[in-house]
């Protein structure tokens, strides 16, 4: 199985801060990666998947990068609704495997 | 309004059985692999298993191959998870999700596009 490694595990920002959250896959998996969020109590929601295309109706400040074995996700300026977990999930092999997930704390 | 609304979780003894449902409505159910994804308290997203659109492939994660089986009837616009031999460790919240598949030339891309809100299996003594 591919394991997915995200880092770090949490983070600590401000409204308004640029933020970077990396996912490594144990082996290649080009650009079949795809991010989600998680709010408390609600379930995962897609951000960008195929490594760097936005979902629709996603806000742009959410943008995605990488392929092979390094990602990551970039939020351009934190907003409120922002802070939640996200999670990076491979979707090159079965079983599609996630990351552990990445909790996003307001500081 | 499209959704999915799982039901059938609930408190149940190791070594029980359960059976979840998910209720698809406001698309094409028949046209989709469907998910089931769980999530132990306070942990990540696991995968658990998957079933093409007519049923004819199934897949499935290895701590629940022999216990798990998942199905579906499209008659019904439904997907089910029946559980047996359950254990402590399947303790989670149970997520119905679909699977959007797009084609790029020799590749498919695919992720899960749409969640229902969960339904919790306890399992203990």
């Known amino acids: 199985d591919i394991q997915m490694t995200q880092s770090p595990s949490s983070l600590s920002a401000s409204v308004g801060d640029r933020v970077t959250i990396t996912c490594r896959a144990s082996q290649s998996i080009s650009s079949y990666l795809n991010w989600y969020q998680q709010k408390p109590g609600k379930a995962p929601k897609l951000l960008i998947y195929a490594a760097s295309s936005l979902q629709s109706g996603v806000p742009s400040r959410f943008s995605g990068s990488g392929s092979g074995t390094d990602f990551t996700l970039t939020i351009s300026s934190l907003q409120p609704e922002d802070f939640a977990t996200y999670y990076c999930?491979?979707?090159?092999?079965?079983?599609?495997?996630f990351g552990q997930g990445t909790r996003l704390e307001i500081k | 309004e499209v959704q999915l609304v799982e039901s059938g979780g609930g408190l149940v003894q190791p070594g029980g059985s359960l059976r979840l449902s998910c209720a698809a409505s406001?698309?094409?159910?028949?046209?989709?692999?469907m998910s089931w994804v769980r999530q132990a308290p306070g942990k990540g997203l696991e995968w658990v298993a998957n079933i093409k659109q007519d049923g004819s492939e199934k897949y499935y994660v290895d701590s629940v191959k022999g216990r798990f089986t998942i199905s579906r009837d499209n008659a019904k616009n439904s997907l089910y998870l029946q559980m047996n031999s359950l254990r402590a460790e399947d303790t989670a919240v149970y997520y119905c999700?679909?699977?959007?598949?797009?084609?790029?030339?020799?590749?498919?891309?695919?992720?899960?596009?749409?969640w229902g809100r969960g339904t919790l299996v306890t399992v203990s003594s």
């Open positions: 406001g698309f094409t159910f028949s046209s989709y692999w």
């Open positions: 999700a679909r699977e959007l598949r797009l084609g790029y030339g020799d590749y498919v891309v695919w992720y899960f596009d749409l």
């Open positions: 999930q491979q979707s090159y092999s079965t079983p599609t495997t």
